[in-house]
């Protein structure tokens, strides 16, 4: 009942910035915990940030990227600054939608493409 669409991501030289935008539509009563993952390729799956608990980022992106949301438009944002070749990867957001006050659901981008050249 829930889908979450991904945006902004491409291709930036080495220095950049993007920000990558996580749509949620359907039944949406707020959005919760919010979480940043990303593979690079040859890597696992990593965590980026998440705002559970106290708000965390991995010390590779710690003072270059920033989580934030806008609860009016249903939307989380992954601002990433000063960006690196190391940083290249499919982002995914990860989402915990409460469609009423009572009950909540996770759920998963599709995922974007950032490349970061040098």
């Known amino acids: 009942q829930v889908q979450l669409v991904e945006s902004g991501g491409g291709l930036v030289q080495a220095g950049g910035s993007l920000r990558l935008s996580c749509v949620a539509s359907?039944?949406?009563?707020?959005?919760?915990?919010m979480i940043w993952y990303r593979q690079a390729p040859g890597k696992q799956r990593e965590l980026v940030a998440t705002?559970?608990?106290?708000?965390y980022y991995a010390d590779s992106v710690k003072g270059r990227f920033t989580i934030s949301r806008d609860d009016a438009k249903n939307t989380v944002y992954l601002q990433m600054n000063s960006l690196q070749p190391e940083d290249t990867g499919v982002y995914y957001c990860?989402?915990?939608?409460?469609?009423?006050?009572?009950?909540?659901?996770?759920?998963w981008g599709q995922g974007t493409q950032v490349t970061v050249s040098s």
């Open positions: 359907g039944t949406i009563f707020r959005i919760g915990t």
């Open positions: 705002n559970r608990g106290s708000t």
């Open positions: 990860n989402l915990r939608v409460w469609g009423t006050r009572l009950t909540f659901s996770d759920y």
